[in-house]
């Protein structure tokens, strides 16, 4: 059983900054790409960022500059920095991971989420 758990979230002022964590636990043989979702009230989830293995990243239009997404291989993890920020950021956000894991002498590859953690700015 492969979980991501997500820390980090909270309710800032705009300008301020987040550091959000997400850390996968289990039977895990590779973590492909990884990325960070967000979903705001009466709008569709959206990708934010995510990034390869290898460290290559991407970012939706309206965050670079202004956030970066890492990874640490070793601990399983992925990260979102987010520098000031504002109110069009507050949303829900999930971490996503490309899992694979050996099962049956076979790899199996999922798509896995985590739970969401809360960012809302105040202006």
């Known amino acids: ?6 820390s980090g979230g909270g309710l800032v002022q705009a300008g301020d ?13 590779e973590i492909g790409s990884m990325g960070w ?3 705001a ?14 460290g290559f990243s991407k970012y939706v239009d309206d965050v670079k500059g202004r956030f970066t997404i890492s990874r640490d291989n070793a601990k399983n993890a992925v990260y979102l920095q987010m520098n000031s920020l504002k109110p ?29 953690t809360q960012v809302t700015v105040s202006s």
Request: charged share 20%; proline share 2%.
């Open 37 to 39: 979702y967000r979903q």
């Open 88 to 116: 069009d950021d507050t949303a829900v956000y999930y971490c996503n991971a490309v899992v694979k894991v050996l099962q049956l002498d076979q790899i199996h590859e999922w798509d896995i989420w985590g739970q969401g």
């Open 1 to 6: 059983q492969v979980q991501l758990v997500e």
């Open 41 to 54: 009230p009466g709008r569709q989830r959206e990708l934010v960022a995510d990034i390869t293995r290898g």
């Open 17 to 29: 900054s987040l550091r959000l964590s997400c850390v996968a636990s289990g039977n895990i043989f």
